[in-house]
């Protein structure tokens, strides 16, 4: 164990009061190269406030010392939550009054002094005492300017205040300019923050400056250094002889790979083979980007500070240069390709009853697609049954096996939510022209249950062996949100059976009673959004929501540095079966650091393609103003109700255009209800709108009730006009997808398909 995990097990575990450095050593009984380390290593571990250091001068740990340290979640309207770091603080999020922000920035690393502590519904309320890590360094905004200075009003509400330029850093900005200022001075009490332009985006307006403006906020790069580009230009684009030594040669297989049809990055390419003694043989080969990604070269360090390939509204952002991502490393039908592969023989209950993973060559026999195999499998294309004869065998193990596997899942509790993907489809000048809705179907699931049943694998090997690794972790969800999950339920005739332990299974149980009914969408997303982010650690800590013990990502190492990892870790054990001493001391350091900040561009990615497609959304709506929609209330607030159309589009119908009574927040109701005529909106009601309001450049959608709008429905009865709303119901039978385009007039809807992201669990 190095040093600095021996000081901060011991002051954990052992220490009973702050001690000072002294004493520590003395306690520590540290000597030789380890007590002349110790006075730097706590000035670190102070830096970082991994340690806190009183005004006497001595150190403690901050859970003991009623401090949380941890990510400043800010909002728009002055206050902000602190996101705890501690895996082991239990309590959730801090709540930060306005006056008690300090001088705080969304995202900001901070430690927050408790005042309060939860209970009675309440959650804890302090107050930020420091700013360890400033994380906005850099901020994305329109300019304006008077004659002796200027100042950047940020796109992202949560960072508060404007930033004050100098005239002598205007840098050519001009008024109404689309800007990134570097911060030069942080914000203090009574001051701005001050900055200087570091690069003009362009005019206010222009075409394709508001997501260029989203890439830049979130930090994402758009191009490869020079030295990452010549490094994968290097990478030879076949495979020679040599490479093949200590492989298992797998290209006699016929292997698949299934994927959308518009997909360049083939990760994974499976096969199935029903063995003589009834069981399955599965077979799960991934891309091997660890033997091209070697550690700490260009390609590895650009890589691991991207983090992930990020799928936008209009491009990819991709963690690999596309020589590598579309080339030599993705699994391309017919020609030969290096991989990391997993054989797993599985049971009719679904349990692998023995595996191997080894490193192999393959030779991908077919690419399918999605919709190839939904036609063959579920719709019984007689054409497509005849071009894939010889496939046809095994697609037909592939989804016996995909089902054995699912139910062995929702057997063991694991949480399943099915919500519709959606995707805008824009014209050659990047203009909305289509919001398209499709449900999964039985040819994602396959390539789902086959990934998840490898990721879980694989995790439980590497736990077994004790090596240090990177696990996938979902954690158990906080009581207070479960509490207030289970008021919802008890408006629908559903409850919990208690919530200060939840299990997996009893969420699971409410959505499959709730499952075809009008409430199923409402509910879904309430509880999806009760539940916490699952997150990267290097410490398994399971898998909440997939009800597993062990869980890692080892499926796509093209656009997932955690993967890459997990393979790199991998093929370190294949010759001697384990790490040496010095190597595990490396990676104990390193791992919880590659954890986290995966988990942090993960985050960026996904709120950057959020905000894309909610961007092209509205500016899609924009056109169907004063036009009449049917909705539902998605979300009901103390200022009014969210309303979601039979597209997926989402609105706000703001209280103070409800004008025939004055209205009162129920919050236990999640209703709005009427003083006078007793008129109740409720979470779940069908409303119909009309659209007064799409402004693009605040992202936001305002929407009236129409003057003949559906009224509510007293409480506890039901209605059959919202089943599935904006979505032809699934045949449970044929399962077959809903493929209808979902714009928002009500006739002349056309029917088209759209690429299904894979799930991230």
Request: charged share 30%; glycine share 6%; with cysteine.
């Amino acid at each position: 164990m190095i040093l600095k995990d021996k000081i901060m097990e011991f002051m954990r575990n052992e220490a009973y009061r702050p001690l000072t450095a002294e004493d520590l050593a003395e306690h520590m009984e540290l000597k030789g190269s380890d007590l002349a380390e110790v006075w730097d290593l706590l000035q670190k571990l102070e830096e970082d406030a991994d340690i806190i250091k009183t005004m006497y001068g001595k150190y403690g740990v901050p859970e003991r010392m009623n401090l949380v340290v941890g990510r400043l979640s800010a909002t728009n309207k002055g206050f902000g939550f602190v996101i705890p770091e501690n895996p082991v603080d239990a309590e959730g999020d801090v709540f930060i009054p306005p006056d008690a922000m300090m001088t705080a920035m969304n995202n900001d690393r901070v430690v927050a002094r408790i005042n309060r502590p939860s209970g009675n519904g309440r959650t804890r309320e302090g107050e930020i005492i420091r700013i360890v890590r400033r994380a906005n360094t850099k901020v994305v905004g329109v300019f304006e300017c008077s004659r002796h200075f200027g100042f950047v009003i940020p796109d992202d509400p949560r960072l508060g205040n404007d930033i004050f330029i100098p005239k002598d850093e205007f840098n050519g900005a001009k008024i109404g300019s689309k800007v990134v200022a570097e911060i030069t001075k942080w914000p203090e009490r009574k001051k701005s923050a001050e900055g200087k332009i570091v690069e003009v985006l362009g005019q206010k307006g222009d075409l394709g400056i508001e997501i260029l403006s989203i890439i830049k906020r979130h930090n994402l790069p758009t191009e490869f250094p020079a030295e990452v580009e010549q490094a994968a230009n290097k990478v030879p684009q076949e495979i020679n002889p040599q490479e093949l030594e200590g492989r298992q040669d797998l290209r006699h297989l016929p292997i698949v790979t299934i994927d959308s049809e518009d997909a360049k990055d083939l990760d994974d390419g499976v096969y199935v083979e029903r063995l003589k003694n009834g069981r399955y043989m599965l077979g799960v080969h991934i891309a091997d980007v660890s033997y091209y990604v070697r550690e700490n070269t260009p390609l590895d360090q650009e890589a691991r500070e991207r983090g992930t390939s990020v799928y936008l509204v209009d491009r990819v952002l991709p963690m690999l240069p596309p020589r590598l991502s579309n080339g030599i490393c993705s699994l391309n039908a017919g020609v030969d390709r290096l991989a990391m592969s997993i054989h797993m023989e599985i049971d009719h209950r679904g349990q692998v009853i023995n595996y191997e993973i080894f490193p192999s060559v393959i030779k991908v026999a077919k690419r399918l697609s999605y919709n190839i195999v939904r036609k063959i499998l579920v719709e019984h294309d007689e054409a497509l049954r005849g071009e894939y004869s010889d496939l046809l065998g095994q697609m037909e193990d592939m989804e016996r096996l995909c089902r054995i596997l699912r139910d062995r899942r929702m057997k063991r509790g694991a949480v399943d939510f099915d919500f519709p993907e959606l995707k805008v489809k824009l014209d050659d000048s990047g203009r909305p022209i289509e919001i398209v809705k499709r449900v999964r179907t039985l040819s994602e699931s396959i390539i789902e249950e086959f990934m998840l049943v490898a990721n879980e694998t694989v995790a439980e090997h590497m736990h077994e062996m004790k090596v240090p690794f990177v696990f996938r972790v979902h954690e158990q969800p906080d009581q207070e949100k479960m509490e207030r999950l289970n008021i919802l339920l008890h408006n629908f005739g559903q409850s919990l059976p208690k919530t200060d332990e939840v299990r997996p299974m009893a969420l699971q149980k409410v959505l499959s009673r709730i499952a075809g009914r009008p409430e199923e969408r409402i509910i879904s997303t309430v509880m999806l959004r009760s539940l916490k982010q699952a997150r990267y650690e290097a410490e398994n800590l399971g898998h909440f929501g997939l009800a597993a013990t062990y869980y890692t990502h080892f499926t796509s190492p093209i656009r997932r540095y955690p993967d890459l990892i997990v393979h790199r870790l991998l093929r370190e054990t294949f010759n001697t079966g384990d790490v040496s001493a010095k190597r595990r001391q490396k990676l104990a350091a390193m791992l919880p650091e590659i954890a986290l900040h995966s988990s942090q561009r993960e985050r960026a990615a996904a709120e950057a393609e959020r905000e894309t497609v909610e961007l092209k959304k509205v500016e899609y709506m924009a056109q169907f103003a004063g036009e009449e929609f049917p909705a539902i209330i998605s979300s009901v607030t103390a200022f009014g109700m969210f309303v979601e159309l039979e597209n997926g589009v989402e609105g706000l119908v703001h209280v103070s255009s409800m004008d025939d009574d004055y209205y009162q927040y129920i919050e236990e109701q999640y209703s709005l209800i009427g003083e006078r005529t007793k008129n109740v909106y409720r979470l779940g009601e069908p409303v119909t709108v009309i659209l007064t309001r799409a402004n693009p450049e605040e992202r936001t959608i305002d929407f009236v009730l129409a003057p003949g709008h559906i009224k509510q429905r007293p409480a506890g009865k039901s209605s059959k006009t919202t089943t599935k709303v904006g979505i032809k119901p699934t045949n449970k039978s044929t399962n077959k997808p809903s493929t209808k385009v979902a714009k928002p007039k009500p006739k002349n809807k056309k029917e088209a398909t759209t690429k299904p992201k894979r799930r991230k669990t």
